[in-house]
């Protein structure tokens, strides 16, 4: 069961993938699973396939030793000439993000942030673009910052992503992982009215979006994982 852990010794990538209409999302991921039954690269460590809940996609979340690694898999003739040509023919949208755990958080009682279909959450990630010179500001204010999540009604757990480089998005960005109980107590916590937030998120939430220039998100269920050497 992959382990998601601020310690700086992997890579973390985040492919996401979005389509226009659920068929494709089953195509999607039925593809991705076979690539990750498969994964055989130098430097891979896991693979945990998402599928989109609220709008049709998938989300990869996948560890490697190196971007050295990474960039070998992407160099090499069955990414250029049979997986992105796949991806591309049922896909709106793809974003290859590289990244590193800038910071985890898990509610009291959990012993830190796992991620594998034997679990039930429900996922949420949300990408934030932001200018280069803020971005750490962006990272402090999804992270250290939101401590008082712990006391939110079916919150699990938070990651947050500092991204390094990616293909399909444009400058900067970071990534927030959340797992939640389920989708009523996600949907609660984003449905709560502003005026009854209380002033921690409020605050929070007013800093946030003076830094991101752009947000987009989608909520997931773990569907498929695997791990070198299994």
Known sequence: MPKIAADGQHLTVLNLFSTDAPEKQVKLLAAMREIVDSAAYEGWISSTVHAGEDKPGTANFIQWNSAEDLEARYAGEEFKHRTLPLFGE?????????NEIAFTQSKPGLDGTEISPDRDDYTAIELFGVAEEEQEDLVDALGTSQEWLQDVP????HTVLRGLRARGVEGKFVVSYSQW????????FRGTPEADRAPERQ?????VAALATWQDSNTYRVVHTRAAGE
């Open 203 to 207: 605050k929070v939430d007013a800093r």
């Open 181 to 188: 109980d389920s989708k009523e107590a996600y949907d609660a």
């Open 90 to 98: 049922i896909t709106t949208s793809i974003r290859l993000l590289q």
């Open 154 to 157: 079916g919150y699990r757990t």
